[in-house]
């Protein structure tokens, strides 16, 4: 395991990662976490449920430009909250020490 650690350490000096500035790797963080805890709990499911009854009717690109940008909509204030939830966290983890 000691070998493993000392290639990988070794690489990481050699090959260092380039993570941009901080919306950067907060983004990464919210992606990771996105992909790994889906929000389509019951009530978002009911919603949209709802909004497709709405549009019974529609022809599909219709329906296209109103459920995309609900979607991108819906998107960014998930990513937004959880950003800034993050910079809230940190904030007080600092203002703690």
């Known amino acids: 395991m000691k070998t493993f650690f000392e290639s ?17 790797v907060l983004t990464m963080l919210y992606e990771c976490h996105n992909e790994n805890n889906p929000y389509d709990n019951a009530q978002i499911k ?3 449920n709802e909004l497709y009854q709405q549009m019974n009717g529609m022809e ?8 995309y940008p609900v979607c991108m909509l ?9 950003v800034e939830g993050i910079k809230v966290g940190i904030r007080m983890g600092q203002e703690l020490l």
Request: hydrophobic share 30%; proline share 5%.
């Open 8 to 24: 990988l350490k070794a690489y990481i000096e050699a090959h260092p990662p380039n993570y941009g500035d901080g919306e950067s």
């Open 60 to 67: 599909l690109r219709e329906m296209d430009k109103i459920i």
């Open 74 to 82: 819906c998107r960014n204030h998930e990513k937004a909250g959880f």
């Open 46 to 48: 009911a919603d949209f």
